[in-house]
């Protein structure tokens, strides 16, 4: 066991400085591969949120008078470091949050054209429209950026929701407070000091601390303009209600429970491929577009749930996720850890047949490695279900268990699809272009992927529907739009 002076210290990033929480208390960051802590976060204060908003609000004039060409500079600078520090920033990730290396390492290089892309929208979202008023007046509309804009940040993914908030936040004039998780905080606070680098003080900043505290109170807080929340439905909840008083628009994205259709014509080979990524080897199933509900049309129900099932066996390496021939990591938490494990017992009471699966426990999985024994570990697990209505069928469990559904028809398959209170995702596996079409039109939910799953773009919106949030982190949300008449006079 570390002591605490051996743990590695991090600190808040405010105003343009590394900085302790005011009352110098810190919080643990746990290696979800050992279960031991391994760093020291900041537990900042109320008094820390009244120094980051002041600092934010402070830095706003300056940074939302530069022309669209010095912000966009300022940005590809960015873009151009992001190389530079990628590996130390997915190591910590990964260290904190237990995600492979090989996939974070990709996620961080795929920052870099984020930053860019933000920085081409600079000019793009101070272009407005000219308005037709009559012979006497002349109309046409601004955009504006908010002022301080809050990003709250989930545990899963860092140093990607991170970006995608703050690059665009920036793009739009606007200055930023970046509140991570507790859970998964080293890299940003490490991200925001390496971008301090090169932004002028205050425009962007890292202050770590507890969602119920300080989470609560920068959302409450009047000089915080805008509010991006990636994570939970019932968080969401919370931030309506702390700014009830004083209401502020917001971006939720939050979570699914995605629906991976399997037609009997698809090209099985891929479609097994793709419902295996689309879960286990997406951070242990651990994102927002999981695809844990695998639904597959009668006719090839047998022979596809014996391919899944071989090849999650034959293809994923449950492993130290330091290690670059890992696919699946542990779970990135004590509290993950057991949720999971009562999301499996659930099952099982629920009339749900284990068809893999179902092991936890370092000595059970990662057995040749001991300094892994005390980690967050889960197998691989596939639930086989005759109902969509069960619990395991209708709650996001967030982990590296997914439930296999038998559907007969095109119709039944789109019931099954809608049958949740989320619309995040769904994949959809055929060669019928016809059927692809009338799938994509008829299933509720923000993206649709076609032969492909979890494809995201620069160019494309990425957001929910139904309870899976609203809003995108795009330029033109992170801008509002003010209209202008000018009367002529004689
Ligand atoms: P969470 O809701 O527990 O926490 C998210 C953030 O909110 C954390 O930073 C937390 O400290 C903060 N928070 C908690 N209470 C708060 C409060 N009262 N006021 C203000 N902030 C508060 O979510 P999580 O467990 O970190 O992440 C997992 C969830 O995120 C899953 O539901 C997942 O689907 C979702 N997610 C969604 C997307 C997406 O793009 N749609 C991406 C990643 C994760």
């Not at 060409?69 to 300022?74: K, L, V």
């Not at 119709?411 to 995702?425: P, S």
Request: aromatic content about 8%.
């Amino acid at each position: 066991m570390k002591t605490k002076q051996e743990l590695k210290q991090y600190q808040n990033f405010i105003g343009g400085r590394l900085t302790v929480s005011s009352s110098g208390k810190t919080m643990e960051s746990v290696d979800p591969s050992t279960g031991k802590a391994w760093a020291q976060i900041p537990l900042s204060t109320q008094e820390d949120v009244e120094t980051v908003v002041a600092a934010a609000r402070h830095a706003f004039p300056s940074w939302s008078a530069l022309s669209a060409e010095e912000r966009s500079s300022y940005l590809r600078r960015i873009g151009d470091s992001i190389s530079v520090h990628a590996e130390e920033l997915t190591k910590l990730e990964t260290r904190d949050n237990g995600d492979v290396i090989g996939v974070a390492m990709y996620l961080a290089e795929a920052l870099k054209s984020v930053w860019y892309d933000a920085a081409g929208a600079c000019k793009e979202c101070g272009q407005g429209k000219t308005v037709q008023m009559g012979p006497n007046s002349v109309g046409y509309t601004l955009r504006e950026p908010f002022g301080v804009v809050l990003g709250i940040l989930p545990w899963n993914a860092p140093l990607f929701t991170f970006t995608i908030k703050a690059a665009y936040a920036l793009a739009a004039g606007n200055t930023v407070i970046i509140k991570p998780s507790q859970q998964a905080a080293v890299s940003s606070l490490r991200y925001g000091e390496l971008l301090g680098e090169i932004l002028p003080a205050g425009v962007l900043n890292v202050i770590s601390g507890l969602g119920r505290e300080i989470g609560d109170a920068l959302v409450a807080n009047r000089g915080v303009n805008k509010v991006s929340m990636t994570g939970s439905g019932s968080t969401a909840g919370a931030i309506l209600r702390a700014s009830a008083q004083h209401p502020k628009p917001s971006i939720f994205e939050l979570g699914g429970k995605s629906p991976n259709i399997v037609f009997e014509d698809a090209d099985l080979d891929k479609a097994v491929d793709g419902v295996i990524h689309a879960i286990y080897t997406s951070n242990a199933g651990q994102r927002c577009t999981a695809g844990s509900r695998i639904l597959i049309q009668r006719t090839i129900f047998d022979e596809m749930l014996e391919r899944i099932t071989e090849r999650v066996k034959n293809t994923i390496k449950v492993g130290d996720p330091m290690d670059p021939a890992s696919t699946m990591g542990p779970l990135s938490s004590q509290d993950q850890y057991e949720k999971i494990l009562s999301y499996i017992e659930l099952g099982k009471k629920e009339g749900g047949e284990i068809v893999y699966g179902g092991r936890h426990g370092g000595e059970n999985i990662v057995p040749e490695k001991a300094e892994l024994s005390d980690g967050y570990w889960v197998e691989p697990t596939l639930f086989k279900v005759n109902s969509n209505s069960l619990r395991i069928c209708q709650e996001e469990i967030f982990g590296p268990v997914a439930v296999v559904i038998p559907f007969e028809t095109e119709e039944e398959a789109v019931a099954i699809a809608n049958d949740t209170c989320f619309g995040l995702g769904a994949g959809v596996w055929t060669k019928n272009l016809n059927l692809a079409h009338r799938m994509i039109r008829n299933i509720e939910s923000g993206n649709v992927w076609v032969n492909t799953y979890s494809r995201v773009g620069a160019d494309l919106p990425f957001g929910g529907f139904k309870e899976s949030g609203y809003g995108t982190d795009s330029v033109m949300d992170y801008s509002r739009e003010k209209a202008c008449v000018i009367e002529i006079g004689e």
